[in-house]
């Protein structure tokens, strides 16, 4: 059964929103991905909405990959994570690379609009945390038209730096929670995101956050984006880099030089794993060949 939105649901129905989340998840550059696909995930976040046992969606590229091999507070932020998605080609193709199951594409900014028509279907909130002001209020604004009864609980965009203050860390914090939002979108960039998300998701009140990188600047239309055929063929970094040269374009060459490293660490670590694992089957085998000593 549904549970009212606003309603607090019983410790029954969130046991059950436990019980029907299903993972399956493999290992990609060192990060345990989930294999779920977009429509899955938007299910999921419902899912959590009707429950109240929700988390956190973080959505690794590249860069993150990058980032995590140096933060720590980063690699905390993944382990709390409720849901890890691919949102890079990169890792979808080093997945294909060395066979198993295949991973899905899942970006965090294509799933802002997906996820608000099912919360206005459903009669969800959703707040908008990050970016600018005037970047909020835009994205806002088109969210709520495109998708008629979509509730915008609240907005609320952090000077810089504030995560280094108390005072402006609580004003944030007060920010949502006074909003009581069902969904929240955090737009912060990484790794600051992440780490905002896990480490106060429990003080929000949401019953998920959806870190989204640049998501609402591309709804708000503060930030044109890649044209499909780019994004299709994974090159939506280079689009990037090229509209941003001073701000992005060293910045994505430079992920971009690591990556045979990275693909190389992958393959091994994938290779070590299976034959640890190959290792555990013939010992189970021969252990179940093995005749037990009469008693």
């Not at 059964?1 to 929103?17: H, I, L």
């Not at 980032?67 to 890890?84: D, F, G, I």
């Not at 990050?130 to 909020?136: A, I, P, T």
């Amino acid at each position: 059964m549904d549970t009212a939105a606003g309603q607090e649901p019983s410790g029954e129905a969130q046991a059950a929103g436990r019980l029907q989340e299903k993972r399956v998840r493999r290992r990609v550059f060192g990060i345990d991905v989930d294999l779920a696909d977009q429509a899955e995930v938007v299910r999921q976040v419902m899912q959590w909405c009707r429950t109240g046992s929700g988390g956190v969606v973080v959505t690794p590229n590249l860069d993150h990959v990058v980032k995590l091999e140096t933060s720590e507070p980063l690699r905390s932020a993944y382990e709390k994570a409720r849901l890890v998605l691919a949102d890079g080609w990169p890792l979808i193709w080093m997945a294909r690379l060395d066979g198993g199951p295949r991973l899905n594409l899942v970006t965090g900014s294509d799933l802002v609009e997906p996820v608000c028509a099912a919360a206005a279907r459903e009669g969800r909130s959703i707040f908008l945390f990050g970016s600018r002001h005037e970047v909020l209020e835009k994205a806002a604004a088109t969210l709520a038209q495109r998708h008629p009864g979509l509730r915008v609980a609240g907005l609320y965009a952090p000077p810089m730096g504030f995560e280094t203050s108390e005072e402006e860390q609580r004003k944030a914090l007060e920010a949502v929670r006074n909003a009581n939002p069902d969904i929240v979108f955090v737009a912060l960039g990484a790794p600051k995101q992440e780490v905002w998300a896990t480490e106060n998701f429990d003080a929000t009140g949401a019953k998920a956050i959806l870190c989204i990188g640049a998501g609402l600047d591309f709804v708000a239309g503060a930030v044109a984006r890649a044209p499909t055929p780019f994004r299709r063929l994974g090159l939506e970094w280079l689009w990037r880099a090229a509209s941003e040269p001073r701000r992005l374009g060293g910045r994505y060459l430079g992920i971009m030089a690591k990556l045979p490293r990275l693909a190389f660490r992958h393959l091994a670590d994938s290779r070590r794993s299976a034959a640890e694992h190959a290792d555990r089957n013939t010992e189970h085998a021969t252990a179940a060949r093995t005749p037990r000593p009469d008693a």
